[in-house]
């Protein structure tokens, strides 16, 4: 990795390179944060991790501190100002290019980056491969807890503007003009197999397409696919590309359904939003309709 620092510079999409990340990485207004979260099944401790290897200057954010408490939800998106404090503690200031990862690759970083975005700041990339990605081209890594931060003067700019309700969720799927795009698995979306949360139906939300997310990402590096082929895979699911087409997004718990956004954003799709509550509101509400795979309603 080089050594020089640049002037940080904003960058042309919504990722950033690994070795682009190594030139700005330690300079003034560059802040990198480490949004590491795993589903509660996989038993993994992301803060300890994050304390055994990170790239050098991150900072840690749980996202659990950055989701409403008060929405019994796992992920919803907070009040403004419960964001904000959590971002001046970590130091951040309103012109800061932030950079976000994660250590599976894309997973969990795009759903900062699109908090982020929905509170109107713009200097925000994913590092494309995560964490494994900045190994590969050489990085250093470090150990231990993230340096105190001093405390930064960030605000948003603006309330979110690209979140869907279940409401709103239901009429895009009704629309000719939009569609509502499911990024868990084919077997979950069908209603052949069981949720990962408890009391849960299986199905899906009527009217609208699965496209797993993991789809979206190459098989070794778990970094995203070259445009041309996110394009290929998104058409061949049933996306309506270059349409004017209004999206939204949904997953288990709104954190996936950022893999897709991003995604959709990075090919130039201009009205996209993520369903916060996702299935698991939708799912555990019985007056909200559900379908499975053969498109039969369930109860």
Not at 10 to 35: E, N, T
Not at 51 to 66: N, Q, S, T, W, Y
Not at 113 to 123: A, L, P, S, T, V
Not at 235 to 246: I, K, P, Y
């Amino acid at each position: 990795m080089a050594n020089e620092r640049e002037t940080a510079a904003p960058p042309s999409g919504p990722l950033i390179a690994a070795a682009d990340l190594a030139r700005l990485a330690g300079g003034a207004g560059v802040v990198i944060l480490d949004c590491t979260s795993h589903l509660p099944t996989e038993r993994r401790d992301a803060r300890r991790e994050f304390e055994a290897a990170h790239i050098p200057g991150a900072r840690f954010v749980d996202l659990a501190e950055i989701s409403d408490p008060a929405s019994g939800l796992p992920t919803m998106l907070p009040p403004a100002a419960q964001f904000e404090a959590v971002m001046r503690g970590l130091g951040i200031q309103a012109g800061d290019l932030v950079v976000v990862y994660d250590v599976h690759g894309i997973r969990t970083a795009p759903r900062l980056w699109w908090m982020f975005r929905g509170y109107g700041h713009e200097r925000v990339a994913v590092l494309d491969g995560g964490l494994p990605a900045w190994r590969a081209a050489g990085g250093a890594v470090a150990s231990g807890p993230a340096a105190p931060a001093r405390e930064g003067g960030w605000r948003a700019m603006r309330e979110h503007d690209a979140v869907a309700d279940a409401a709103a969720t239901r009429a895009a799927a009704a629309h000719a003009s939009s569609q509502v795009v499911d990024a868990r698995s084919a077997e979950r979306f069908r209603g052949l197999a069981p949720e990962p949360r408890p009391g849960l139906r299986a199905g899906h939300i009527p009217g609208s397409v699965n496209l797993p997310y993991e789809q979206l990402l190459d098989p070794v590096s778990h970094a995203y696919l070259p445009d041309d082929r996110l394009a290929e895979v998104m058409r061949a699911h049933g996306l309506e590309l270059g349409r004017g087409t209004s999206f939204v997004c949904s997953c288990g718990s709104g954190v996936s359904a950022c893999v897709l956004a991003l995604a959709l954003h990075k090919l130039g799709e201009g009205d996209v939003r993520v369903y916060d509550g996702s299935w698991t509101q939708w799912g555990s509400d019985a007056a909200l309709p559900v379908e499975t795979g053969t498109g039969m309603p369930v109860s």
